[in-house]
């Protein structure tokens, strides 16, 4: 399936098409710094924040096809990131990380989303933020299950990864701390506010066309990968034990807290998106 960020908000020919007039007529002063930065001689970076199952590598996908030449990825397992990704900013000056940037459109990884917020403070670089979140009881199921698949050698194994392997989904989260989601711990010192996109994972096809909106120029067309399924999920959710559900909940009620400031960001945007005025 290709998507093209443009013409009306209907499905045309095989195309899902975006609404133009979201891009200059807008409700949210977020959204209306990112029409003005694209109108500007700045140059604009953006900054991905992959949370570990939350839609990420399909996502990645997309900034691929977006960015091209200018799509960097910073994960700790890349040896050859280069050195300014590796050991941070804060020991370079303004001019040594625009030099180090330069070329670079995107940077998607699992990292803190403080570690790149030196960036918006240098003068004539545009930055944006963006993000997807996850109910946190399916984050960590999913996890779960991700643990379960993962073929690492019995002598590299982590100890949640061994547990995962040894015990079923009820004692694992029952008997083991690891039923944690970590997605506020992810983007800790740094307030959600900040982000200028919030895709939620649950509402996928709708929070790739509010992204594309944003930040797709009308002509592009991008192929939109389908969201990777779990053969454990038969509903959207997982299906819990309650008790299970009880722990999950108790573990995860910072990160509860976050999702849903993040799911009423995202539904603001859509609203203004379908041209109704936010909440």
Not at 121 to 142: C, E, K, M, N, Q
Not at 220 to 249: C, M, S, W
């Amino acid at each position: 399936r290709y998507v093209q960020t443009g013409v009306d908000n209907h499905r045309v020919q095989g195309y899902f098409t975006a609404w133009p007039s979201f891009r200059w007529h807008v409700l949210n002063d977020n959204i209306t710094s990112i029409s003005k930065a694209m109108l500007s001689n700045e140059e604009t970076i953006l900054i991905s924040v992959h949370i570990p199952k939350t839609g990420g590598t399909s996502f990645s996908s997309i900034l691929r096809d977006l960015y091209g030449a200018g799509y960097l990825e910073d994960y700790e397992w890349i040896d050859d990131r280069p050195d300014w990704m590796i050991n941070g900013l804060d020991r370079l000056s303004d001019k040594e990380i625009m030099d180090s940037i330069q070329g670079i459109r995107c940077i998607h990884g699992h990292f803190l989303a403080e570690k790149y917020a030196r960036l918006q403070h240098i003068p004539g670089l545009s930055v944006r933020f963006v993000t997807w979140l996850r109910d946190p009881i399916d984050r960590a199921v999913s996890m779960y299950y991700f643990l379960r698949r993962l073929n690492t050698p019995d002598e590299e194994q982590a100890d949640w990864e061994r547990t995962a392997k040894e015990l079923d989904l009820y004692n694992y989260f029952l008997r083991t701390p690891y039923g944690w989601s970590g997605q506020s711990d992810q983007l800790r010192n740094f307030d959600v506010k900040r982000f200028d996109f919030i895709g939620i994972m649950e509402r996928y096809q709708e929070s790739i066309q509010l992204f594309l909106s944003l930040f797709a120029s009308p002509e592009t067309r991008v192929k939109i990968p389908h969201e990777l399924e779990n053969q454990q999920r038969k509903t959207d959710h997982y299906e819990v034990d309650g008790k299970v559900r009880q722990r999950l909940l108790e573990l995860n009620y910072q990160d509860y807290y976050l999702y849903h400031e993040g799911l009423n960001i995202f539904e603001n945007a859509m609203m203004c998106l379908k041209g109704r005025s936010p909440v």
